[in-house]
């Protein structure tokens, strides 16, 4: 048992509200200087779309990843020899107008314009040229356009749907929505370290953040083909790759990440694991069907006395076992079990975890009967859906699942690699914990009822209770228990170690106009 720590992340979907306030703080800290202008570290998509960059989650397009090659695997689009036949021009990769250019406005224009009798405006021009250019395209341009025929139709996650449910998607009546933050998964196995011809990519051993040494890095870019989530970028000013570094600085210092720090939705939760290494190569090899369960098998239970002492053996420190002890994300993932990978198919082993989003609920699966009988049995005022849960059998609330506004084909697609079964199970479990939570605020649903719902899930009411708590009412030291750092590992993170100089990914060329 080759166990080791990895700092992991888990998003609720269902509590983002799509403010992108998480979005502009890394903004302001990361990428506000030349070069840097078109990179989003993080960033807020709406779903169904087509992302950023447009159609990222195409691999047909883009080529990155890993597939399954014989009883191995082996990158899409990147590699040794795919790298040497393309090292000096790469086909596979996103150009500017995926992302989009970018630009600001002259603002002067407003003001030192001469007097006219039509209106002034700040005309757009290029940060890349200086010229003035027509917007056709920015970082959140699909934003909340959740029906369009331009971005919702055109998301790749649709094309395993038959037309007729992709027709049901987007009707009128049934249209809906939901934000999908991303930042770097900073995996287990990440495809971007393997296709760096440089090793300038490389994964620190104290926490598993990937990150890129600026002084190795020589540009070749196989790391923006070969990451399947597009978080590689390439500044065109100082030459460099660079990503998502999860603001270790302020990791540690015991302070969470910008974008997490100021979540307004309190959607984001950060905590270690501890996972067994020697089990990554089966993982990474296993059936597509069966990743999630391989991924999930790799993760250890940090309560274990055998785990802890093999942690201990492998050098892992006591702050850090008992922070995994009292990780959010670990009860998100392995104990409440309703958190999941994205893409786990692109064989990543990403350490970002989604609890996938349940609003807005159902639509058309039953109809309300609102007449004055049902008013005597039911006196207080209801929706059509607090009606349908107080007069619906548990076994009809789970068997509706198939008819919610997301077809579970769509959200298997993204964030179930293709496991129907094992995505319907994540939703019937906060289907049963709502349930719960409605008999004990609201009173109007029986217990027998609301500890059925449990049973058939395989929750009590402790853990409904706790996923409840965890969900809403958590402070900000229970969403992050971060691990304390240690001098030793700090002083060896800056001293120069081989062909990184210390510069542990943080020595960017050109310096951001505001720091930490």
Same mark, same amino acid.
């Given at each position: 048992?080759?166990?080791?720590?990895?700092?992991?992340?888990?998003?609720?979907?269902?509590?983002?509200?799509?403010?992108? @306030?998480?979005?502009?703080?890394?903004?302001?800290?990361?990428?506000?200087?030349?070069?840097?202008?078109?990179?989003?570290?993080?960033?807020?998509?709406?779903?169904?779309?087509?992302?950023?960059?447009?159609?990222?989650?195409?691999?047909?397009?883009?080529?990155?990843?890993?597939?399954?090659?014989?009883? /191995?695997?082996?990158?899409?689009?990147?590699?040794?020899?795919?790298?040497?036949?393309?090292?000096?021009?790469?086909?596979?990769?996103?150009?500017?107008?995926?992302?989009?250019?970018?630009?600001?406005?002259?603002?002067?224009?407003?003001?030192?314009?001469?007097?006219?009798?039509?209106?002034?405006?700040?005309?757009?021009?290029?940060? !890349? @040229?200086?010229?003035?250019?027509?917007?056709?395209?920015?970082?959140?341009?699909?934003?909340?356009?959740?029906?369009?025929?331009?971005?919702?139709?055109?998301?790749?996650?649709?094309?395993?749907?038959?037309?007729?449910?992709?027709?049901?998607?987007?009707?009128?009546?049934?249209?809906?929505?939901?934000?999908?933050?991303?930042?770097?998964?900073?995996?287990?196995?990440?495809?971007?370290?393997?296709?760096?011809?440089?090793?300038?990519?490389?994964?620190?051993?104290?926490?598993?953040?990937?990150?890129?040494?600026?002084?190795?890095?020589?540009?070749?870019?196989?790391?923006?083909?070969?990451? +399947?989530?597009?978080?590689?970028?390439?500044?065109?000013?100082?030459?460099?790759?660079?990503?998502?570094?999860?603001?270790?600085?302020?990791?540690?210092?015991?302070?969470?990440?910008?974008?997490?720090?100021?979540?307004?939705? *309190?959607?984001?939760?950060?905590?270690?694991?501890?996972?067994?290494?020697?089990?990554?190569?089966?993982? !990474?090899?296993?059936?597509?069907?069966?990743?999630?369960?391989?991924?999930?098998?790799? !993760?250890?239970?940090?309560?274990?006395?055998?785990?802890?002492?093999?942690?201990?053996?492998?050098?892992?420190?006591?702050?850090?076992?008992?922070?995994?002890?009292?990780?959010?994300?670990?009860?998100?993932?392995?104990?409440?079990?309703?958190?999941?990978?994205?893409?786990?198919?692109?064989?990543?082993?990403?350490?970002?975890?989604?609890?996938?989003?349940?609003? +807005?609920?159902?639509?058309?699966?039953?109809?309300?009967?609102?007449?004055?009988?049902?008013?005597?049995?039911?006196?207080?005022?209801?929706?059509?859906?607090?009606?349908?849960?107080?007069?619906?059998?548990?076994?009809?609330?789970?068997?509706?699942?198939?008819?919610?506004?997301?077809?579970?084909?769509?959200?298997?697609?993204?964030?179930?690699?293709?496991?129907?079964?094992?995505?319907?199970?994540?939703?019937?479990?906060?289907?049963?914990?709502?349930?719960?939570? *409605?008999?004990?605020?609201?009173?109007?649903?029986?217990?027998?009822?609301?500890?059925?719902?449990? /049973?058939?899930?395989?929750?009590?009411?402790?853990?409904?209770?706790?996923?409840?708590?965890?969900?809403?009412?958590?402070?900000?030291?229970?969403?992050?228990?971060?691990?304390?750092?240690?001098?030793?590992?700090?002083?060896?993170?800056?001293?120069?170690?081989?062909?990184?100089?210390?510069?542990?990914?943080?020595?960017?060329?050109?310096?951001?106009?505001?720091?930490?």
């Amino acid at each position: 048992m080759n166990v080791r720590s990895q700092v992991s992340m888990v998003f609720h979907l269902d509590k983002c509200l799509g403010c992108h @306030t998480c979005t502009v703080a890394c903004k302001n800290i990361w990428t506000d200087r030349k070069g840097a202008e078109y990179m989003w570290f993080n960033n807020v998509e709406t779903k169904p779309g087509t992302g950023y960059p447009t159609k990222w989650e195409d691999q047909e397009i883009y080529k990155g990843g890993w597939k399954k090659s014989g009883s /191995s695997v082996e990158l899409r689009g990147a590699g040794k020899r795919k790298g040497l036949l393309n090292i000096f021009y790469n086909p596979n990769m996103p150009v500017i107008d995926d992302y989009y250019e970018p630009f600001t406005y002259r603002y002067l224009d407003l003001v030192e314009a001469p007097q006219q009798d039509t209106q002034v405006t700040a005309r757009p021009v290029s940060l !890349i @040229t200086g010229k003035p250019i027509d917007i056709k395209m920015g970082p959140n341009w699909d934003d909340d356009m959740g029906g369009s025929p331009d971005f919702a139709r055109q998301d790749p996650n649709l094309a395993k749907l038959s037309p007729a449910e992709r027709d049901a998607m987007f009707e009128l009546e049934r249209l809906a929505f939901f934000y999908l933050p991303r930042i770097c998964n900073h995996c287990l196995n990440p495809a971007c370290l393997a296709s760096c011809p440089s090793g300038a990519i490389y994964k620190r051993g104290e926490d598993g953040v990937v990150l890129i040494n600026q002084e190795v890095c020589r540009s070749w870019r196989m790391c923006v083909t070969a990451c +399947p989530y597009k978080k590689t970028y390439y500044n065109w000013t100082t030459g460099k790759s660079e990503k998502c570094l999860l603001c270790y600085p302020r990791l540690e210092t015991g302070q969470a990440p910008a974008c997490m720090h100021s979540c307004v939705g *309190r959607i984001r939760y950060l905590g270690v694991m501890l996972y067994d290494a020697d089990k990554i190569e089966a993982a !990474i090899n296993a059936d597509e069907k069966d990743i999630i369960k391989a991924q999930m098998d790799l !993760i250890l239970d940090p309560n274990d006395p055998k785990v802890i002492a093999a942690a201990k053996a492998n050098g892992v420190a006591d702050s850090t076992i008992k922070a995994a002890q009292n990780s959010p994300t670990y009860k998100f993932v392995k104990e409440f079990k309703i958190a999941l990978p994205l893409h786990a198919e692109f064989r990543t082993l990403p350490m970002l975890f989604y609890v996938p989003p349940m609003l +807005p609920v159902m639509a058309r699966v039953r109809e309300v009967n609102n007449n004055a009988q049902n008013a005597k049995v039911n006196p207080i005022g209801k929706t059509w859906e607090d009606q349908w849960l107080y007069d619906t059998s548990i076994e009809e609330i789970f068997g509706t699942i198939e008819n919610s506004r997301f077809p579970l084909k769509y959200m298997t697609s993204l964030m179930g690699a293709g496991d129907e079964s094992n995505m319907a199970e994540k939703i019937k479990r906060m289907m049963a914990v709502r349930v719960y939570r *409605r008999h004990v605020t609201v009173g109007d649903i029986s217990a027998d009822k609301a500890n059925k719902a449990l /049973s058939m899930v395989g929750l009590t009411a402790q853990m409904a209770d706790e996923i409840y708590k965890l969900t809403s009412l958590s402070k900000f030291d229970e969403r992050f228990v971060i691990p304390a750092s240690h001098r030793e590992q700090a002083i060896e993170m800056l001293e120069n170690t081989g062909d990184r100089k210390g510069s542990a990914g943080f020595g960017f060329t050109a310096s951001p106009k505001r720091g930490l």
